[in-house]
Structures are given as C-alpha cells and as structure tokens.
C-alpha cells in the first residue's frame, strides 16, 4: 500500500484535484512490460473475484469493463478471459448531454470506436443492457483506497451511473501502485465493494 500526505487545501474539492495529477504521474511512471504483465495478473484475479461471488454466474451474469486510456491499466486480457469463461461482457458509451453511461454488449475490442474525448467504445448499434441488469461493475480510477474510495477525473460519469443501480457490485481495477491508505471524498462517490490489481483482491468495508 502506498501513502499520500495530501497538501494544505481548503476543500475535498482542492484535496482531490492536488492528488489527482500526483497519481497520474505515478501510473505513468510504470513501464511497459509491467504494465503488461499487471494486466495478465490483474485478469486472472477477477475470474478468481467472480468464481468467489455467487451474484454473477456464466453465461447470464453481465460484467462491465471498459476500454483502457492512457496509461490505465489494460483491460484485453480480463476482456479476453472472461469471455473465455463465458461471462457476458458490457461497454460504456458515454450520452452526449448527461452524466449517464450507457452499456452494451460486445464480444471483443475490436467492436470498439472512438467516442467522447476520443476513448474506444461500443457502436451505435451494440446491444444495450439496462443499469439493472448488470451484476458486476469493473470501474477504472487515478486511485483507490483500502476502505474502497475512489478517484476519477470529476467529471462524474461513474458516480452518477453507480448512484443508480444499488444492485450490481463495483469493483475497482487498477495496478498496485494506485493504491493508497486513504482519500478525501464526498458524500456523492460512490464506494467499491472491492479493489483488484495486479496483487490480489481487497475486500472492502
């Protein structure tokens, strides 16, 4: 687990925007092939994560993930092994005008074009899969803490669609490094019921 000594602010709001660019940096500063070997590793804790709950079962339980940014951690290998295992998989669209995603099914990446802010996502014409019908949420984020906090980029396209359906577990996804003992929050984020990265499953307060 990493520490952060958050700087002098006067709000959650200045607390979170110090740390986020600190955790960016910190993501970025992990090379390529550990990068790649955290994803391999990080897929195989999340078909150990859904083997364990007996909410999402192969076959008709719908597991959302998302196509990787950046430096995020990829999600192929989790996209490509669960598939493998049977598991229905969903993708975000984000709706122009709103705070909401949308998810729709697909069977690989390769299905994927790119959307708002040029992030790959399903087409037009994918499947849609209602917020009520997902079991399981996969949520990316700069970081996560032990208690199961989270922080994105604020723009609250997660919080607002994890508001929504009290269903579906949520379970963050990212490398190690991205994990730290605590973070400022507000009364609107939402919680994670889990943490899975590249070392192992945390289960969460």
């Known amino acids: 687990m990493n520490q952060f000594i958050p700087p002098v602010a006067h709000s959650v709001a200045d607390q979170k925007q110090a740390l986020r660019q600190e955790m960016k ?3 970025e500063s992990i090379e390529s092939h ?4 955290a994803a391999t590793a990080a897929a195989a804790h999340l078909l150990s994560f859904l083997e364990k709950v007996e909410q999402v079962s192969p076959g008709t339980g719908i597991v959302t993930l998302y ?3 950046g430096s995020e951690i ?3 290998p989790a996209i490509k092994l669960l598939h493998k295992y049977g598991y229905l998989i969903a993708l975000p669209r984000m709706s122009p005008g709103t705070n909401n995603l ?3 099914r697909v069977t690989d990446q390769t299905e994927l074009t ?3 802010f040029q992030i ?4 037009n014409d994918a499947p849609m899969v209602l917020s009520k019908q997902i079991d399981l949420f996969v949520v990316p984020g700069l970081a996560f803490s032990e208690s199961g906090d989270r922080l994105g980029w604020g723009q609250g396209y997660y919080d607002t669609t994890l508001a929504q359906n009290t269903h579906g577990l949520r379970v963050g996804y990212a490398f190690e490094e991205q994990i730290i003992e605590k973070l400022p929050a507000d009364s609107h984020d939402q919680p994670m019921n889990a943490i899975i ?3 192992g499953i945390r289960f969460c307060e």
């Not at 550990?34 to 070997?37: G, N, R, T, V």
């Open 25 to 27: 940096d910190r993501r």
């Open 34 to 37: 550990s990068a790649k070997h």
């Open 67 to 69: 196509a990787a940014v």
């Open 74 to 76: 990829s999600t192929e």
């Open 102 to 104: 949308t998810f729709h």
């Open 114 to 116: 790119p959307g708002a």
């Open 120 to 123: 790959l996502e399903p087409s």
């Open 197 to 199: 990265t590249e070392c």
